[in-house]
């Protein structure tokens, strides 16, 4: 069975300071991991895709297999970052549609 | 507004109604999906659609729910004798083969 874990339901820092958001999965193969947020009163959207290895507002994620993890980074985090934070799991090879998400974690930068 | 449309934004409705939700997806768009998201849960997956062919069913999706896509185009969800744990709401998103998914802005559903 996939199964993707965010261990932190909210998570709050300060503009301008490191974030991590973490996220682990569990699967017997090759998984394609994603992050996906959703910002205040819009749609759920697609941030980063480990297969791209590239950084999208300043955020990026690297999928760790022998930790089995894909943990989502800011150096220096921004009050517009705030949203809730979604990590999600595919069989990989064609199946991405099939996502598993985490239950998300909520992101707040303060002033 | 060219993304994935759902209608209507909201439902409540007694339960042992049947409701029935439309999605539009992204015209250019062969894959549409149905997910469903509940209070504190990340979206879970219940269909998909490559074209006009339901392709596959996850096991949330019980015998009172049924989705469709004549014509390849848009996609409905019914869903019969409604229950207070279909309590959600229901997230549509579309795709070409492959590429990222676009999420629509969903349709909650109350069932009182």
């Known amino acids: 069975a996939q199964r993707v874990t965010q261990p932190e339901k909210l998570l709050s820092v300060f503009k301008g300071a490191p974030v991590e958001l973490k996220c682990n999965y569990s699967?017997?193969?090759?998984?394609?991991l994603f992050w996906y947020v959703q910002y205040s009163r819009q749609r759920l959207q697609l941030l980063l895709r480990?297969?791209s290895r590239e950084s999208i507002k300043g955020f990026t994620a690297d999928l760790n297999k022998g930790e089995t993890s894909f943990h989502l980074k800011k150096p220096f985090a921004q009050e517009e970052d705030s949203a809730m934070y979604y990590c999600?799991?595919?069989?990989?090879?064609?199946?991405?549609?099939?996502?598993?998400f985490g239950k998300g974690t909520l992101l707040t930068v303060n002033p | 507004d060219t993304g994935v449309s759902q209608d209507p934004r909201h439902k409540i409705t007694k339960r042992g109604q049947n409701v029935t939700f439309r999605c539009d997806p992204i015209?250019?768009?062969?894959?549409l999906y149905w997910y469903r998201q509940t209070l504190g849960q990340g979206p879970e997956f219940l269909t998909y659609?490559?074209?006009?062919?339901?392709?596959?069913k996850s096991r949330l999706l019980s015998d009172r729910f049924s989705a469709e896509r004549p014509k390849g185009s848009f996609s409905t969800l019914e869903i019969q004798r409604t229950e207070q744990g279909d309590s959600a709401m229901y997230l549509c998103?579309?795709?070409?083969?492959?590429?990222?998914?676009?999420f629509g802005s969903g349709t909650q559903l109350s069932v009182l």
């Open positions: 998103a579309s795709s070409r083969p492959n590429e990222k998914l676009f």
């Open positions: 699967y017997s193969g090759s998984p394609e």
């Open positions: 480990h297969i």
């Open positions: 999600a799991l595919s069989g990989g090879g064609g199946s991405n549609y099939k996502l598993t």
């Open positions: 015209s250019e768009h062969n894959r």
């Open positions: 659609f490559q074209n006009e062919a339901q392709l596959e």
